[in-house]
């Protein structure tokens, strides 16, 4: 899924697209694989606790809270590695000048894309939890996994495509206005097209990452059986 996240960053910046062989040519593929690394761990991990701490608490909206607390604090720690992870895709530099441009459309991004993605997911769990009861040996729980976090996914990148589109913007020094958004047809051009190559990216590489976490909770005896 590399080579998809690097055109889709070039999408966004109207630069021409790459061959999947170019895209690992100094295109900081290692630095990539590093903040995914410490992005999805981080996500999962700060959610499932901080959701779980609120929900003891009494929180009614403990979802939404852990989803926009974490969304703040991982975006905040991981934002140097994908700020150098950009402008290597774009650009083939490894400038850290300004390493945090374009924070607040990342902020904007993760909280509201976690919003979406873990209400998204939560909803569709609950409903395959009541059907597994009676369809256990028919549905592989891997597969549904896979499916719910390809869809809750897919929901996140449609609902922040413009902010990943300032956020890029901003990492590689192209001026923007979201004012100029609504007003030029290339601009919206270039969002659309980057949100349809996002939306490729996450419901097959998220949905992977959805399926095999849950699985490896599975096999570990860690899920949660405290209603």
């Known amino acids: 899924m590399w080579s998809v996240d690097v055109n889709k960053n070039r999408a966004y910046t109207g630069k021409n697209f790459l061959s999947p062989i170019e895209c690992y040519r100094g295109r900081g593929a290692h ?4 903040n995914l690394c410490v992005h999805k761990g981080l996500t999962f991990g700060m959610y499932e606790h901080s959701e779980k701490w609120l929900r003891k608490n009494g929180s009614e909206s403990s979802v939404l809270l852990a989803a926009m607390f974490t969304g703040l604090t991982k975006t905040l720690m991981t934002y140097p590695l994908d700020t150098a992870k950009t402008r290597l895709q774009v650009l083939g530099d490894r400038g ?38 009676e369809e256990e040996e028919v549905l592989s729980r891997f597969l549904v996994n896979m499916g719910i976090g390809s869809i809750s996914n897919c929901a996140s990148a449609l609902v922040t495509a413009p902010f990943e589109w300032g956020k890029v913007s901003k990492q590689c020094h192209v001026s923007f206005s979201f004012c100029d958004l609504l007003s030029n047809q290339v601009l919206r051009n270039r969002v659309a097209k980057g949100a349809a ?31």
Request: glycine content about 16%; some cysteine.
């Open 31 to 34: 630095v990539g694989l590093l």
């Open 96 to 133: 850290l000048k300004g390493i945090y441009s374009g924070v607040g459309c990342a902020l904007g991004r993760s909280t509201l894309g976690n919003m979406a993605f873990f209400t998204v997911k939560d909803k569709l769990t609950e409903r395959w939890m009541k059907v597994e009861k």
């Open 197 to 227: 190559m996002t939306s490729v990216n996450v419901a097959l590489g998220g949905g992977i990452f959805v399926g095999s976490y849950e699985l490896a909770k599975d096999l570990l005896g860690m899920q949660d059986n405290d209603g």
